[in-house]
Nanobody, 120 residues
Framework: QLVESGGGSVPEGGSLRLPCAVS????????MGWFRRNPGKEDEGVSS???????TYAESVKGRFTISQDNAKITLYLQMNSLKLEDTAIYYC?????????????????WGQGTQVTVS
């Protein structure tokens, strides 16, 4: 089970930190990711982190967002700084990576319920 939290409404230029709690049988240590979705648009890969801590970021968030995990790998985080209007979306964490592109949603088998981030 994946459970995101930390969403909310922030002014442009503000910051939010999204935790994603991992529990159950999900094997979280290989690769996990963050995606976001807006109505009528495809899921957009935001960031991923693999088992050795190597992070990957979409160009749209590079330099502003930071992905991390706690040492026990039971919580995944997304620190979002300098938020822009276009960052408004529902943010999802994903696990159960099956290989391929880390920014392709279909390559993940487990998803959280999402948390809304609104920048205004």
């Amino acid at each position: 089970q994946l459970v995101e939290s930390g969403g909310g409404s922030v002014p442009e230029g503000g910051s939010l930190r999204l935790p994603c709690a991992v529990s159950g049988d999900i094997y979280a240590s290989y690769c996990m990711g963050w995606f976001r979705r807006n109505p009528g648009k495809e899921d957009e890969g935001v960031s991923s982190i693999d088992s050795d801590g190597t992070a990957t970021y979409a160009e749209s968030v590079k330099g502003r967002f930071t992905i991390s995990q706690d040492n026990a790998k039971i919580t995944l985080y997304l620190q979002m700084n300098s938020l822009k209007l276009e960052d408004t979306a529902i943010y999802y964490c994903a696990a159960g990576f099956a290989g391929g592109s880390v920014f392709r949603a279909a390559n993940y088998g487990y998803w959280g319920q999402g948390t809304q981030v609104t920048v205004s």
